[in-house]
């Protein structure tokens, strides 16, 4: 009886190596359904196989069995009136909703699909893998290149629009008036918060050239009135002042000594009772369980030069240094959480 058991047991643990070792050709699966707008086609309604097959541009040796492993991973659902979206790809990888994810999946194709091919030199130097790989700035080069600047800050939108609406949703803004974003990207992030919050007004900050995407997306929001745009280099410049300062996913990209700095300037911009929200995958603090925010720090090694992910409570111990009198960790959505410091 325990034998066999124990060959279950096996025989699933292998059945897991199996698959993570095909977890490339998962990726590859999901990546190519959105750019191939898949989801979005079926945005309204679900669409017979023939039709389905031939709007994608889809060969007939493909694809059914595409379709079909979009099917096994939950990612379609296939009835009499043929295939579907579940509520989870209506929701999150149509494009156009404001809910959309898939900008990220798509910057995530395109570029670390890619860089994440020579990992094992990254692990072996510690270099990154990159546009940097032989040199440079990272947000420098990349933002050379408007298409890869634009496509690179709406996968930032996608990557936060979650923890964007937990934090709207669950902190109490009520005490603040203005807040700002420190690399604020499209400031996806801060024009949730202030659609939710009509009594805030809001400051993206952030280097001059993501300026235009920065004001694009106001626009689009109707909050032209009420969030504007400052562009800075949190390296020379000090931070804006504000009632409250978001962080989010910028201290992983940097070192130790950069991300102290950062949360120095950001104690010295607010005024006291002021808060100070880090968000981002922490790993926690046992460092066993947030797999995607220890994979996230490995993407730390291929993008950045000293970039890493951490722990609430070594983030919590960095505010204590940079003089905030208290913190605490709460758990915003999926695998990320904030760690608010108040001076
Ligand atoms: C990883 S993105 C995070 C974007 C956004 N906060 C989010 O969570 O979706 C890092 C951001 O920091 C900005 N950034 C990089 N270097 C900067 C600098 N020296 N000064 C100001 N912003 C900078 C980038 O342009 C980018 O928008």
């Not at 910057?107 to 440079?136: A, C, K, V």
């Not at 008036?177 to 420190?182: E, G, I, Q």
């Amino acid at each position: 009886m325990r034998r066999a058991r124990d060959e279950q047991d096996q025989s699933a643990a292998l059945d897991r190596i199996l698959q993570l070792g095909l977890g490339f050709a998962v990726s590859k699966v999901l990546f190519s359904a959105v750019r191939l707008g898949l989801f979005t086609e079926l945005a309204t309604r679900p669409l017979p196989y023939e039709e389905l097959r031939d709007r994608l541009g889809l060969h007939p040796r493909a694809a059914r069995d595409f379709l079909d492993t979009l099917v096994a991973l939950d990612l379609l659902e296939r009835g009499p009136e043929g295939y579907g979206n579940t509520p989870v790809t209506a929701r999150y990888l149509v494009r156009d909703r404001a809910t959309y994810l898939g900008g990220f999946l798509e910057m995530t194709d395109l570029r670390l699909y890619g860089f994440w091919g020579t990992l094992l030199d990254g692990l072996r130097t510690g270099e990154p893998q990159n546009e940097i790989r032989h040199g440079g700035d990272f947000f420098e080069t990349l933002y050379q290149d408007p298409v890869r600047r634009s496509e690179f800050l709406r996968a930032m939108t996608g990557l936060s629009m979650r923890s964007a609406h937990a934090l709207a949703d669950t902190v109490d803004w009520s005490a603040h008036r203005v807040v700002a974003d420190v690399g604020c990207a499209e400031g996806g992030t801060l024009g949730q918060i202030l659609l939710r919050h009509p009594h805030l007004r809001g400051t993206g900050y952030d280097l001059e050239s993501v300026r235009d995407d920065f004001e694009h997306r106001a626009e689009r929001f109707g909050l032209t009135d009420r969030l504007t745009f400052t562009a800075g280099d949190f390296f020379t410049d000090p931070l804006p002042r504000a009632d409250a300062l978001l962080l989010g996913h910028i201290l992983h990209d940097w070192d130790l000594p950069t991300k102290r700095m950062l949360l120095r300037k950001a104690y010295e911009a607010l005024p006291p009772g002021g808060v100070v929200i880090v968000y981002e995958t922490l790993i926690d603090d046992d460092r066993r369980t947030n797999l995607t925010g220890l994979l996230m720090s490995l993407n730390m090694l291929v993008e950045t030069t000293g970039g890493f992910d951490y722990t609430g409570a070594e983030c919590r111990r960095w505010m204590a240094e940079a003089g905030f009198t208290s913190s605490g960790v709460r758990h915003l959505a999926g695998p990320e959480s904030m760690v608010v410091g108040r001076k």
